[in-house]
């Protein structure tokens, strides 16, 4: 297992776009308005990796690990909940060679909707800025009106 004792960003840039330059060339789902892009990668509590890829094929939020503790193992194409400050998310588990077992959670695929990478660029931000804040508290409900007050009456 491939552990991440630093920022991943940087070598998922270079993995993601020899993909694209290869086995992704010219494939439909392509949009080739979108580069390969690493957004708001930072650690989790638990020392594990969260953030958001940009792809010309698809947006996903992975996870990698951080250190050997506390990450699973699991056969790729397996399913796991990862659990975030906003919430619990399905990841599905991946492996390519350069960078070992990852996760991800499909956001846009194919990425087509997107007219331009600074629109995918904003999209990802907004969703890493979401994926680590607390959900928003529910609002309260008013109580419900009574039969009177619904007529127009005092009472």
């Not at 297992?1 to 920022?7: A, G, L, V």
Request: hydrophobic share 45%.
């Amino acid at each position: 297992m491939k552990i991440w004792p630093t920022d991943p960003s940087a070598e998922l840039v270079a993995v993601f776009s020899a993909i694209a330059r290869t086995r992704m060339a010219d494939v439909p789902i392509c949009n080739a308005r979108l580069e390969v892009e690493a957004v708001g990668f930072r650690q989790r509590s638990d020392g594990h990796w969260a953030g958001v890829m940009i792809t010309p094929w698809a947006i996903n939020l992975l996870c990698l690990p951080g250190q050997e503790a506390g990450w699973p193992v699991l056969a790729a194409c397996s399913k796991y909940d990862w659990d975030f400050p906003s919430g619990v998310y399905e990841f599905t588990v991946a492996d390519e060679d350069s960078l070992g077992s990852y996760h991800l959670c499909s956001l846009f695929s194919p990425a087509l909707e997107f007219e331009s990478h600074e629109q995918a660029r904003l999209t990802a931000i907004a969703t890493a800025h979401a994926l680590f804040a607390a959900p928003l508290a529910p609002v309260a409900e008013a109580p419900a009106p009574s039969r009177r007050a619904f007529l127009g009456l005092r009472g």
